[in-house]
């Protein structure tokens, strides 16, 4: 007989279900509404390459940036901070903090020997910041570039302590980006090991696998500066690594088709795009160029644009010779201490540009 009692017992184990269920899609909810936490760890420049992917990822509604940490290898620290917090104002994202890293790579008297190492493995290409002087202080750079003082600073914490605290405070939460060398995270996870694991993810801009380097004949920029730093991380046990190097980003140039999309909107950073570029493209209506950085920005974002990868044991040749700096994939069982990374290959070209083009003109 169905009772009363029986009724008042039915209708509480209907409550608690419908409490459970509550409870669930709130909690679905909220992970579904999180932002991806990002930092960005970059040798910063204007616009291309890194500065249009801190763009991309403050003008992006599902990612939270962190900070940025600034490393030397394009520009010197004191430049990447300087050109980090003047774009930060124009984008008017004065609260994200910028963070002065190290000042130079990990092999001892790599600057000062330049020249010498240019005579032992032949002249490299491109130097980066090696091929001129350090300036005195970002304030020094900012102030000859454009011409007053900055109305933010950086933090005062050094980019190591701010990639490992901030980390710490958000475990298996951070991508961390190393778009310029390695030398800032090599050295967070030689001082603080325990963060390894607490890494959600590292997405590197650099190394060079089936195509040449653009530095040497066999080693891409951003690892070249730094090669021992491109090895302690590579080889660290993150949970995951994706490689956007020179085998994806020289599939995709900017063009003046992109570049007269921008242009239909006027605004600070567009601006920045006429004065920057406007020049060469008038020049030369076929000028075209690489973007490397905003590639890497942009899978952060939307994985979905990853149309095509491949896994491979990798490692970075650190022996001071003709191969210093050079990428190595392997597609068996590599080296002691090498482990299995991704490497993006092609990515979806019309949504991505789709994606820049949006994002910048914001």
């Known amino acids: 007989m169905f009772t009363m ?21 709130v909690a679905l909810a909220s992970v579904a509404g999180a932002k991806e936490k990002v930092i960005l760890d970059s040798d910063m420049v204007v616009l291309y390459d890194d500065g249009v992917a801190m763009m991309m990822l403050v ?39 910028v963070a002065l890293g190290i000042r130079y790579p990990l092999r001892a008297g790599r600057y000062e020997t330049m020249e010498l190492e240019g005579k032992m493995f032949g002249q490299s ?42 980390i710490k405070a958000n475990p298996g939460e951070v991508t961390v980006m190393p ?28 190394g060079a696998f089936d195509t040449p380097g653009n530095t040497t004949p066999s080693a891409e920029f951003n690892w070249w500066f730094d090669p021992e730093a491109a090895k302690m991380s590579v080889r660290a046990r993150f949970a995951d690594q994706l490689i956007v190097g020179l085998d ?10 992109l570049f007269e999309r921008i242009m239909a909107v006027d605004t600070p950073i567009t601006k920045m795009f006429k004065e920057k570029y406007g020049p060469s493209f008038e020049k030369d209506p076929n000028y075209t160029r690489l973007v490397w950085d905003t590639i890497a920005a942009a899978v952060v974002i939307d994985p979905a644009l990853i149309v095509e990868e491949e896994t491979r044991w990798i490692d970075v040749n650190s022996d001071y010779n003709l191969d210093y700096g050079r990428s190595l994939g392997y597609h068996k069982q590599g080296p002691a201490g090498t482990q299995k990374v991704r490497i993006l290959l092609a990515i979806d070209e019309e949504r991505f540009w789709n994606m820049m083009v949006d994002l910048l003109t914001k």
């Open 179 to 206: 778009i310029g060398p390695c030398t800032n995270l090599a050295i967070a996870i030689r001082m603080a090991p325990e963060i390894i694991p607490l890494i959600k993810r590292v997405v590197y801009m650099g």
């Open 5 to 25: 009692k029986h009724f008042r017992t039915c209708l509480t184990t209907v409550k608690i279900v419908l409490v459970g269920v509550t409870v669930l899609l």
């Open 248 to 257: 994806v980003c020289e599939k995709y140039p900017f063009n003046k088709k």
């Open 59 to 97: 003008n992006h509604p599902d990612i939270e940036l962190l900070g940025v940490t600034i490393v030397p290898g394009n520009t010197w620290v004191s430049e990447g901070t300087a050109y980090a917090l003047r774009q930060l104002e124009v984008l008017n994202s004065t609260d994200v903090p």
């Open 125 to 166: 290409r491109y130097t980066g910041c090696f091929g001129r002087a350090e300036p005195a202080s970002y304030l020094d750079v900012y102030r000859k570039e454009f011409g007053s003082d900055p109305t933010i600073k950086p933090v005062d914490k050094h980019a190591v302590d701010f990639l490992i605290d901030t």
